[in-house]
């Protein structure tokens, strides 16, 4: 018998490797191209493209966006001269974003709890007809959603006087997201489906009903499926553009999304400022970041959950 040679070299293993480093290169060059043009003077944007690092080092773009910086030496500096009101926007986007995150995987859970453990008349072809809402694109529902969100504004504006206020515009916006969504109840009903039932019908043998079974059993069982509904669904609320520019025109609700294409829009001269809105975009990134470094490893678990046997 041959010895073993351990000098082989495993081609399958380095190519595996250079992959993962193409596909990790590609994935994270934006994200340093937009710090690199963030920490990049305004004036010499469009000097010495080729380089990787910043030209004309500089912190004025992240001032100038927390308004940190008056309008001559935003000037000066060679932006727009012009600020956000960054924090203001930043806690509207957490708030429309945390709201969306807690009611969405609230209500999602329960149903698709329901449709994976209930049985009622008619339970697969509902269930079968709600997830083919996930073909409908969400622009198709746009319109109808802005017709009833705004009748309903009016209503309650001429019935409780209280228009214009932070809640209830706050209402508006998150209406259409607050509710479950197919594709939150088709992920969690086939978690529920892998449980082991043996142990929901213990805890019934003892008298435990549905809600308890649901509540004291199933939940601490799913928190890895539910923790990355959380972290998807919050991130795609803090990302969301196109609903908050339609119904948040009020400054009082504009979130941070909305913010920055009103600020890449101020530049008097017509060109953007990129530098800034770069700078605003870095800014942007880290609550989602925080959010993701928090409960991170809940997704890895997740992922490699196979249900219980």
């Given at each position: 018998?041959?010895?073993?040679?351990?000098?082989k070299?495993?081609?399958?293993?380095i190519?595996?490797?250079v992959l993962m480093?193409?596909?990790?290169?590609?994935?994270?060059?934006?994200?340093?191209?937009v710090?690199r043009?963030?920490?990049?003077?305004?004036?010499m944007i469009?000097?010495n493209?080729?380089s990787?690092?910043?030209?004309?080092f500089?912190?004025?773009?992240?001032?100038?966006?927390?308004?940190?910086?008056?309008?001559?030496?935003?000037?000066a500096?060679?932006?727009?001269?012009?600020?956000?009101?960054?924090f203001?926007?930043?806690?509207n986007?957490?708030?429309f974003s945390?709201?969306i995150?807690?009611?969405?995987?609230s209500?999602?859970?329960?149903?698709?709890?329901?449709?994976?453990?209930?049985?009622?008349?008619?339970r697969?072809?509902l269930?079968l007809?709600?997830?083919?809402?996930?073909?409908v694109?969400?622009?198709v529902?746009?319109?109808?959603?802005f017709?009833?969100?705004?009748g309903i504004g009016?209503f309650?504006?001429d019935?409780?006087?209280?228009?214009?206020?932070?809640?209830?515009?706050m209402?508006?916006?998150?209406?259409?997201?607050?509710f479950?969504t197919?594709f939150?109840?088709?992920?969690?009903?086939?978690?529920?489906l892998?449980l082991?039932r043996?142990?929901?019908?213990?805890?019934?043998?003892d008298?435990?009903g549905?809600?308890?079974?649901?509540w004291n059993?199933?939940?601490p069982?799913?928190?890895?499926?539910?923790?990355?509904?959380?972290?998807i669904?919050?991130?795609?609320?803090?990302?969301?553009?196109l609903w908050?520019l339609i119904?948040?025109?009020?400054?009082?609700?504009?979130?941070?999304?909305?913010a920055?294409?009103i600020f890449?829009?101020?530049?008097?001269?017509g060109?953007?400022d990129?530098?800034?809105l770069?700078?605003?975009?870095?800014?942007?990134?880290?609550?989602v970041?925080?959010?993701?470094l928090?409960?991170?490893?809940?997704?890895i678990?997740?992922?490699q959950?196979?249900?219980f046997?």
């Open positions: 018998m041959s010895p073993i040679n351990t000098n070299i495993n081609f399958g293993r190519a595996m490797w480093i193409i596909i990790l290169f590609i994935t994270l060059f934006p994200f340093w191209w710090l043009t963030a920490l990049t003077t305004q004036g469009f000097e493209t080729t990787l690092l910043p030209v004309g500089t912190w004025d773009n992240f001032r100038r966006v927390l308004g940190l910086v008056s309008t001559s030496e935003g000037l500096a060679g932006g727009s001269g012009q600020s956000i009101n960054f203001r926007f930043m806690m986007s957490i708030v945390s709201i995150t807690v009611a969405q995987v209500f999602s859970t329960m149903a698709a709890y329901a449709f994976a453990r209930l049985r009622f008349p008619g697969e072809p269930f007809l709600y997830v083919s809402a996930l073909m694109p969400g622009i529902t746009l319109i109808p959603n017709v009833l969100i705004r009016t309650l504006d019935t409780f006087g209280i228009g214009g206020s932070y809640g209830l515009l209402g508006q916006m998150v209406a259409p997201y607050f479950m197919p939150a109840v088709f992920f969690l009903r086939q978690f529920f892998g082991n043996e142990v929901e019908e213990a805890a019934r043998i008298g435990a549905y809600w308890r079974v649901f059993v199933a939940l069982m799913s928190r890895p499926p539910i923790v990355t509904l959380g972290i669904t919050f991130i795609q609320s803090w990302n969301e553009y908050p119904v948040g025109r009020d400054e009082s609700v504009r979130v941070l999304t909305v920055l294409n890449r829009s101020q530049q008097p001269s060109v953007p990129w530098s800034g770069m700078a605003g975009t870095a800014l942007a990134i880290i609550p970041l925080i959010v993701y928090i409960v991170g490893r809940q997704v678990d997740s992922i959950f196979t249900g046997k």
